[in-house]
Each structure stands twice: as structure tokens, then as C-alpha cells.
């Protein structure tokens, strides 16, 4: 069956340090691959999203994210975090390039201490 | 996405009665789809509907539960004889012809 998984359950880190959250898939075909944030009280918003084409993605608020087909992975990166990026990132997958049927991971919760 | 809309945001049920929940999808949007996430754990599609049919519903449990989004209105997913094990936070996606979901702030339904 696909799965997502995301390493890490929860992340600290204080602000300006660097921000890396794994993600790895279980498909071996075609695949769309995203990443949403949900803040504190908030709904799920699109960060970026990877279709084809330049596997370096990038999003809003400064973060980007690196496709390595061999790797199976879909990692996500920022520079330096803010305490505004205290959230839930959640990697999702959608296989075969068929719409619908997002396959999450179990989320990484991230606070940045100011 | 403030544009998809989900009433109620939080429900509270017994054992046994019924929970209806609702999705208004963004403007122009026709493709809805139904998450269900439980405590400690990410979201589990059930189920993904255009106007009056029924697409994927390969993540919906097999009784109780069902799901429709008629010509006009809202979607609703319907769980009957609620337990408590299907206390959750219920999330409805919507999308245009594109593969980019967004979401709804979603119902949060508790069973006592």
C-alpha cells in the first residue's frame, strides 16, 4: 500500500537556525508531491506542490523543497525560521498522477522559539 | 483557504445518533473530498465526489457512513449510529480541474 512518512514527529528549534523536514514515499510511478502548513487554529494551506520539471520547488514564506526520485523523497527546507513558522507541516502524495486521493504523513509539529 | 466552507465546526453526538456535516466548496470548484483525521495521526482520505457522483470512495468505512454532493447545495457526509471511535476532525478538500486541493477549516466531531 502507499504510505508517507515523515521523520520526525516534533521539531524545536530557536529563530534563524535552519530548517530541514524529511519526507519519503512508498509509490514507484508517477507521483505529485506537496507539502501544507496548518498553523495554530487554522486550516491546511498549500506551501508548494511538485508536479514535473525542475525538482527544486519553491513556495511561499521563504521555504522550498527538493524532489530525489531515487530517494523517493520530498524534503522541505528553509534557510533560517521565524517564530511565525510554528506550525504543523504535513507531506502528502498523490500517486499515479490521478486526481484526488492525497495520501498524508502523520505530520511534524515545529516550534521555534523566539 | 477561507473560500471552503464547513459547518458545523464543532459537533457533539451520543452513541447512536446521526452527524451530518457540510462542505460548501470555493466558488467554481466541483471536485470535493472528504479527510478524516484522528488524534496523533495525519489525514486519511474517504471518500471524492463531483456534482452528483460518487468518484473514489475507497476510504469510506463500509456501513454508517455515506457521502453525496447533489446538483445543488452542499456536500454532506453522513455518519449514522455514531460510536465513539469516530470521534475525529473531518476535513472536506475542494478543486478545480487542477490536482491543488484546498481545504476547509473542519468539523470537529466528538461522541460522548
Known amino acids: 500500500a502507499q504510505s508517507v512518512s515523515q521523520h520526525n514527529h516534533h521539531v524545536i528549534l530557536s529563530e534563524a537556525a535552519s530548517l530541514e523536514l524529511g519526507c519519503n514515499y512508498s509509490?514507484?510511478?508517477?507521483?505529485?508531491l506537496f507539502w501544507y502548513v496548518q498553523y495554530p487554529g487554522q486550516h491546511l494551506q498549500l506551501l508548494l506542490k511538485y508536479f514535473s520539471g525542475d525538482p527544486l520547488v519553491k513556495g511561499i514564506k521563504g521555504f522550498e523543497a527538493e524532489f530525489i526520485k531515487s530517494k523517493f523523497s520530498f524534503n522541505l527546507r528553509k534557510p533560517s525560521v521565524q517564530w511565525s513558522d510554528t506550525a504543523e507541516y504535513f507531506c502528502?502524495?498523490?500517486?499515479?498522477?490521478?486526481?484526488?486521493?492525497?495520501?498524508f504523513g502523520k505530520g511534524t509539529k515545529l516550534s521555534v522559539k523566539p | 483557504n477561507a473560500g471552503v466552507m464547513q459547518n458545523p465546526r464543532h459537533l457533539v453526538r451520543r452513541r447512536g445518533q446521526e452527524a451530518r456535516l457540510r462542505c460548501s466548496p470555493m466558488?467554481?470548484?466541483?471536485?470535493v473530498y472528504w479527510y478524516r483525521q484522528l488524534p496523533e495521526e495525519g489525514l486519511k482520505f474517504m471518500v471524492y465526489l463531483q456534482k452528483e457522483n460518487i468518484i473514489d470512495e475507497s476510504g469510506m468505512p463500509k456501513e454508517r457512513f455515506s457521502a453525496e454532493f447533489p446538483k445543488e447545495g452542499p456536500s454532506i457526509l453522513r455518519i449514522q449510529q455514531v460510536v465513539r471511535g469516530d470521534s475525529a476532525a473531518y476535513f472536506c478538500?475542494?478543486?478545480?480541474?487542477?490536482?491543488?486541493?484546498?481545504f476547509g477549516p473542519g468539523t470537529r466531531l466528538t461522541v460522548t
Open positions: 509509490y514507484g510511478g508517477t507521483v505529485n
Open positions: 478538500a475542494t478543486s478545480t480541474t487542477t490536482y491543488e486541493q484546498y
Open positions: 502528502a502524495v498523490n500517486a499515479g498522477g490521478s486526481q484526488g486521493n492525497l495520501i
Open positions: 466558488k467554481g470548484h466541483s471536485h
